[in-house]
């Protein structure tokens, strides 16, 4: 007697597993009204200014220090 070592595996139907389909776009649909607050996305955006400063200042220091080694 032979033991098949692959695992079992259940049989599953594949239109099951496809998402339903969706219209892109919907000439009868109500226009979609949202507030500011709603609309709004992300964050303040001082953290990405700050991000972007300290790489700067990164790049700068890095720099220099390249130009230290250099010579």
């Known amino acids: 007697m032979m033991v098949d070592p692959r695992p079992k595996v259940p049989q599953q139907d594949n239109e099951k597993l496809r998402p339903p389909l969706r219209?892109?776009?919907?000439?009868?649909?109500?226009?979609?009204?949202?507030?500011?607050?709603?609309?709004?996305?992300?964050?303040?955006r001082w953290?990405?200014?700050?991000?972007?400063?300290?790489?700067?200042?990164?790049?700068?220091?890095?720099?220099f220090v390249a130009g230290l080694l250099a010579y």
């Open 23 to 44: 219209l892109v776009y919907d000439r009868d649909a109500e226009p979609t009204v949202e507030t500011p607050d709603e609309a709004e996305q992300g964050t303040p």
């Open 47 to 63: 953290p990405v200014l700050i991000l972007l400063i300290s790489g700067l200042a990164n790049a700068v220091i890095a720099w």
